[in-house]
């Protein structure tokens, strides 16, 4: 799930975003949610003739004049909107046709690229060092029939019944999760996410250290592992559901996703695998697109109550703020704040000199727009049982907000984290590195373009349909037709 | 002395790569991006050739059918992501761009060529050689039954020079594009040939013993070549550089 603040908010009462997104990323988990509830007043929407907006850092340009609102056939919250300006009437309709820019640069799917690829990097080492996490090795209740069949058809039809009782259990979890939050039993939905971090990071971390151990040959006597272990165990449930560094806090999902990826990786049977993360993705479409899917009613439910969806089990590059609107100085300049924070577009590369940083800074302390407040973020990796998710309490205590110019952040469902590092694990069984740059490329592209489609659409999305269909399709080409000419072409040093 | 060839093949092929990365696009989304972008490209354009290498059953030995038609795809898709580029350029410029230019943020094409032949490079290289530096950390003996001793060595080196290589057509591509009139044919037209050159030339490194260093002689003055081309189109001549110098 992705979501890129934005700190021009308007709203009083909630974090608006300019772009939503959303993900599935139950795999044992409720899907996740977006945050947004509405839309923030400040997309620029501006018409291109090629309808084409492919740099995503096109988004800052825009906000450098007049804000326009955001005109969203599906707004229902016009109660919330403040306007911070009053636009000129006569800019509005000419903003209404034009086509959204994006306000957030390259540099916010760079800040997904590097975690994404992180999280691949520790489940390549992992596998390719060490032997016990390969699959086929005990079965599961969740995809309890094996795949030893003697023809291809049965292999495939009991696959297929693997597959369907997986996402039985998927689709369970999303169920109850919404019905907890349609009741609005918040305390269990809390009490089970800190239940399932616990086992995670204990249970999960024990078992790969001893895992990791047996590969490497070399016994570690039990009090360095539960020393070990309970540390790192302490602190992860310190940084996850309270308060703490934010690497730190990062580091620990990217590790516990990489974690999940793991089991799954060694419990899924090899077809089954496959199977599964096409019906996921699937399902992630239904779920978050279809007026009658629940993660749509999730977000609309929230929508209802003003209130943020569940932040939980998400990656976010920077702190979650959450934002309430404060007058705005009578005289803005045109220059306006937003603009400062806006990667711009063309060449965001341009590094601003000291003096422009400085001006920057000194505007945006100035301009007591918003107060942002700190919101842990409690981020968990899927549980197998129930989609843990936590509500946010609003804290009423301003706290002054960081001057970074990439203080907006991005998000993005470890559920996403953990299916595409199954998938690049699946691709680097078979030890054709060609295969694994193949799909890691893809996978990353199939992002890139998530997000491109997130800041031009503004709804919620899903994340994992696009790149783990580019990632299928590059895995079995690659594997049948690409590797034998690339073979080819190096055996005799032929270089295309 | 595995770990050590295969550590040593490495940094020969990627050392002046990673710097490249870490000096000049590593610091600049956009320029990842782009990089990330045209790899895809230029990933699709493999796949094309390979199917079509793998639909014409009968010449699948016979390389010298799929190489060219390889390098041809390989241009188109260059040409493709060129298209791409301009369009979102495009889109771009319908917004605003004054408020830019005044910020002095422009769409720094040079840029955008350059990490677009970096990615096409990188890409190419890595499916080039990373089995190969993968099978070198395992057992064996190089040239048990009479095959050339170099065969390493001069995998990374020609690697490298497929990486500059590629790098290096990717600016003169788009910029002669950009640059139109005469240019738009004799640039990419250069490149073209010198593609075609390149890897038909490696196509005598198939023979039992070859000369490595025919294909690397050749490669290393095209890439010689390529730069000066590059450095004539983007506006340096004996002047200027006279003048620096001085």
């Known amino acids: 799930m992705h979501r890129l603040i934005d700190d021009n908010q308007d709203s009083p009462d909630e974090m608006t975003e300019l772009l939503k997104s959303q993900d599935n990323d139950t795999i044992i988990d409720g899907p996740e949610r977006p945050n947004i509830t509405n839309l923030p007043d400040v997309a620029i929407i501006q018409t291109s003739t090629d309808g084409e907006n492919i740099s995503s850092n096109a988004a800052a340009t825009a906000s450098s004049h007049s804000r326009v609102e955001a005109i969203d056939p599906q707004d229902h919250e016009t109660t919330h909107r403040h306007r911070r300006n009053e636009q000129p009437d006569e800019q509005r309709p000419l903003n209404i046709e034009h086509e959204e820019i994006f306000k957030y640069g390259a540099s916010h799917v760079v800040k997904l690229f590097v975690p994404v690829s992180l999280c691949m990097l520790i489940v390549i080492i992992t596998i390719k060092t060490t032997s016990s996490y390969t699959p086929g090795g005990a079965t599961w209740a969740y995809t309890p029939f094996t795949e030893d069949k003697s023809t291809n058809t049965q292999r495939i039809l009991f696959s297929l019944a693997n597959t369907f009782i997986f996402m039985g259990f998927v689709i369970t979890a999303t169920v109850i999760l919404i019905l907890l939050y349609k009741f609005k039993c918040y305390k269990i939905i809390h009490g089970w996410l800190i239940l399932t971090t616990l086992m995670l990071l204990f249970f999960f971390l024990y078992s790969y250290f001893s895992s990791i151990s047996a590969s490497l040959n070399r016994p570690i006597d039990m009090i360095t592992i539960c020393f070990i272990t309970w540390n790192i165990g302490a602190v992860g449930m310190f940084c996850i559901h309270w308060k703490g560094p934010l690497p730190v806090q990062q580091a620990y999902l990217i590790f516990m996703s990489a974690l999940l990826a793991l089991v799954f990786y060694k419990f899924l049977p090899d077809w089954t695998g496959w199977l599964i993360l096409g019906v996921i993705s699937i399902w992630d479409l239904i779920a978050v697109l279809c007026p009658k899917g629940p993660l749509r009613i999730l977000v609309e439910t929230a929508h209802e109550r003003g209130e943020q969806i569940f932040p939980a089990l998400i990656y976010s590059s920077t702190m979650v703020y959450m934002v309430t609107a404060v007058d705005p100085p009578p005289s803005e300049p045109q220059f306006a704040p937003d603009n400062i924070n806006t990667n711009i577009a063309v060449n965001v590369d341009e590094t601003l000199n000291e003096e422009q940083r400085n001006q920057r800074a000194a505007i945006r302390n100035n301009n007591a727009r918003r107060q942002l407040i700190p919101r842990s973020d409690v981020p968990q990796t899927a549980t197998r049982r129930e989609p843990a998710r936590y509500v946010v309490e609003r804290s009423n205590s301003p706290v002054i907000d960081d001057d970074d110019d990439d203080e907006k952040g991005v998000k993005l469902g470890l559920g996403d984290f953990i299916f595409y590092s199954i998938l690049l694990a699946k691709a680097s069984a078979l030890g054709d590195w060609n295969v694994t740059i193949a799909c890691y490329v893809s996978l990353l592209i199939g992002l890139c373009l998530t997000l491109l489609l997130l800041a031009i659409i503004r709804k919620a999305l899903p994340a994992l349909p696009i790149s783990i269909t580019f990632g299928l399709v590059l895995y079995f080409s690659t594997v049948y037709i690409i590797g034998p000419f690339s073979a080819e072409l190096n055996l005799g040093q032929v270089f295309i | ?246």
């Not at chain 2, 060219?68 to 795809?73: K, L, M, R, Y």
């Not at chain 2, 050689?129 to 990374?156: C, E, K, R, W, Y």
């Open chain 2, 1 to 246: 002395m595995t770990i050590m060839e295969c550590a040593g093949c490495t940094l020969i092929a990627y050392g002046v790569p990673f710097s490249m990365f870490v000096f000049t696009i590593a610091h600049h989304p956009f320029r990842v991006i782009i990089s990330m972008t045209s790899a895809f490209f230029w990933l699709l354009s493999l796949l094309l050739s390979s199917f079509l290498w793998f639909a014409v059953v009968p010449l699948r030995t016979q390389l010298a059918f799929a190489v060219p038609f390889a390098v041809i795809f390989q241009e188109i898709f260059r040409f493709l992501f060129y298209r791409l580029i301009k369009k979102a350029e495009f889109a771009l410029q319908r917004v605003q761009m004054q408020e830019l230019t005044d910020k002095g943020m422009v769409f720094d094409r040079f840029a955008v060529a350059y990490a677009s032949g970096y990615g096409f490079g990188l890409i190419s290289g890595t499916f080039a050689i990373v089995n190969v530096l993968s099978d070198m950390t395992g057992p064996g003996t190089l040239g048990i039954f009479g095959h050339s001793q170099d065969f390493f060595i001069a995998t990374a080196f020609l690697t490298l020079c497929v990486i500059l290589l590629n790098t290096f057509w990717g600016v003169i591509f788009f910029t002669s594009l950009d640059k139109g009139g005469i240019h738009r044919f004799i640039g990419p037209g250069t490149v073209v040939l010198t593609h075609m050159l390149f890897s038909c030339i490696t196509l005598v490194n198939r023979t039992l013993t070859p000369m490595y260093t025919i294909s690397l002689i050749v490669g290393y003055a095209i890439l010689l070549g390529m730069i000066i081309y590059t450095v004539v189109l983007r506006g340096f001549n004996l002047n200027n550089i006279r003048q620096r110098i001085n």
